[in-house]
């Protein structure tokens, strides 16, 4: 029997989470768009009746409400959105308030995911090398509001993690249709060392949230995506 899926924000990504969704035994049956959602008015028990988790897609300023409102609901959520990270103590709040689940991301594509551990290990090592500085950047589509990216935050917080304390110099650009590139480098006076991943197309993060879907139904809690990713193996 497959499982009610609801797809919160019906742009690119969640037209194609619609596409991919019946590969992970899922049934869509709700689509919610910002026409009909207003501060999150479209998000009922009605409207979300025989749905067992939610896929939040949205935008940066809608996203923090919605999810909230599936909480409120009881039921479990992935969101995808960035943007909107500001507000996660307060999400995370509600949603265990209300026993809910969330699986949140920056990025779901598991390729990503294992390279902020490739960068994190790699600025553990270089952080004892004092003649490095790092940079970091990305390129994305023309039509990403933010910038730069949550997923190249993630990264200049993985490299503070990991023991790296120097300055990083972070930048973005925004051109045509690119999917997404993310790098982080360092150099030296006598070399450079460049680590980067990119992406093909949007498939990545749609398979890894439709993954974190199935997961989540039945959980507890606020998980982040990359905390989860063994689970998923």
């Not at 599936?70 to 995808?80: D, F, H, R, S, T």
């Not at 779901?108 to 950047?137: D, K, M, T």
């Amino acid at each position: 029997m497959s499982l009610g899926l609801a797809i919160v924000g019906h742009g690119k990504m969640g037209r194609l989470i619609e596409q991919l969704a019946p590969e992970y035994g899922f049934d869509v049956r709700v689509k919610i768009e910002s026409r009909n959602n207003s501060c999150g008015a479209g998000l009922t028990r009605d409207s979300l009746r025989g749905v067992d988790v939610a896929a939040e897609f949205s935008t940066p300023n809608a996203a923090a409400k919605n999810i909230c409102r599936i909480a409120e609901l009881g039921l479990p959520c992935v969101a995808g959105t960035t943007g909107w990270l500001d507000h996660l103590p307060a999400v995370r709040a509600i949603v265990e308030q209300n026993g809910a689940a969330l699986v949140w991301a920056s990025n779901f594509s598991v390729g990503v995911n294992l390279f902020v551990q490739i960068v994190s290990h790699a600025a553990a090592l270089v952080a004892r090398q004092p003649e490095y500085e790092a940079w970091g950047w990305e390129i994305h589509h023309s039509a990403k509001k933010d910038a730069p990216s949550g997923t190249l935050l993630q990264l200049a917080e993985a490299l503070r993690r990991s023991g790296y304390d120097r300055p990083e110099n972070l930048s973005s650009n925004r051109a045509g249709a690119h999917p997404g590139t993310h790098e982080i480098g360092f150099d030296s006076a006598a070399d450079t060392i460049t680590l980067r991943h990119t992406a093909r197309n949007r498939d990545g993060f749609a398979r890894g949230a439709l993954r974190a879907a199935r997961w989540v139904i039945g959980k507890k809690g606020v998980f982040e995506f990359r905390e989860i990713l063994a689970e998923l193996s």
